[in-house]
C-alpha cells in the first residue's frame, strides 16, 4: 500500500512558478514510477508528467515539455513537479499517482492517487 498527499498549490499570476510536492508512505516506494495528472473543471483527466522509480528516465506531456520538471528524492519518499511560465490553461486539480508499472502509471490507470492539489493561475 502507498499512500500520497499532494502539497505546493495555490494562486499565482501567469508566468509565475509553483513547486508540487507528493508526499508517499509505505513500503518500497523507491520501486514506484510516479506521474503527475491535472484535472480542469469539466474536463477529462490529462497526463502531466511521470518519472521512473530511480529518476533516471522523464516523461512530458508536450503542453508543458520546457517549462515543467519532475523530480524525485526517495531518501525522503517525495516526488516534486516543478512549474515555471505558468499560463491560465494551467489551471487545475494536480493529483500525483504511483505503481509499480511505468505504463499504467503514464496510461492513467495507477494503483495508487492522491487526493489533488489546486493550482490556479490568473491572467
Known amino acids: 500500500q502507498v499512500q500520497l498527499v499532494e502539497s505546493g498549490g495555490g494562486l499565482v499570476q501567469a508566468g509565475g512558478s509553483l513547486r508540487l510536492s507528493c508526499a508517499a508512505s509505505g513500503r518500497d516506494f523507491s520501486r514506484y514510477a510516479v506521474g503527475w495528472y491535472r484535472q480542469a473543471p469539466g474536463k477529462e483527466r490529462e497526463f502531466v508528467a511521470a518519472i521512473t522509480w530511480a529518476g533516471g528516465n522523464t516523461y512530458y506531456d508536450d503542453s508543458v515539455k520546457g517549462r515543467f520538471t519532475i523530480s524525485r528524492d526517495n531518501a525522503k519518499n517525495m516526488v516534486y513537479l516543478q512549474m515555471n511560465s505558468l499560463k491560465p490553461e494551467d489551471t487545475a486539480v494536480y493529483l500525483c499517482?504511483?505503481?509499480?508499472?511505468?505504463?499504467?502509471?503514464?496510461?492513467?490507470?495507477?494503483?495508487?492517487w492522491g487526493q489533488g492539489t489546486q493550482v490556479t493561475v490568473s491572467s
Open positions: 499517482a504511483a505503481d509499480m508499472s511505468l505504463v499504467r502509471t503514464k496510461s492513467g490507470s495507477a494503483a495508487y
